[in-house]
């Protein structure tokens, strides 16, 4: 399963102007998806993991100001699996800051964590 180019404005940064006015950030969600089998043969959403829910809590984490991408990433993959303790094996969340105060061009900075069961 996957969730890719998720956007959202954050309060995500070490800088008093990052906490102060945030940034754009982007989420990509990837996981091994265990109940395709019974979400396919139902066709029920109470037997998948829906899309909106992960979503709600991407926006939710993300809504808590943090100074580092690696604890926010760290504790989105932490909350959907707690939401969907038996829906997913390998969780891999990126976290993209749009447009980091570098100094100079460039176009994201980002991390990867991955979550195992």
């Known amino acids: 399963m996957e969730l890719k180019g998720m956007r959202f404005r954050a309060r995500i940064g070490c800088l008093e102007s990052e906490q102060l006015y945030g940034g754009v950030f982007e989420v990509d969600f990837r996981a091994e998806y265990l109940l395709l ?30 100074l580092l991408l690696e604890s926010v990433a760290a504790r989105i993959a932490k909350a959907i699996r707690s939401a969907f303790p038996d829906a997913f094996g390998r969780i891999e969340l990126t976290l993209r800051k749009m447009r980091p105060p570098v100094g100079g061009a460039c176009a994201w900075a980002s991390i990867t964590v991955t979550d195992l069961p």
């Open 37 to 66: 089998g019974r979400a396919a043969a139902s066709d029920e959403l109470r037997d998948a993991a829906d899309y909106s829910a992960i979503f709600r809590i991407v926006e939710a984490e993300l809504s808590q100001p943090a």
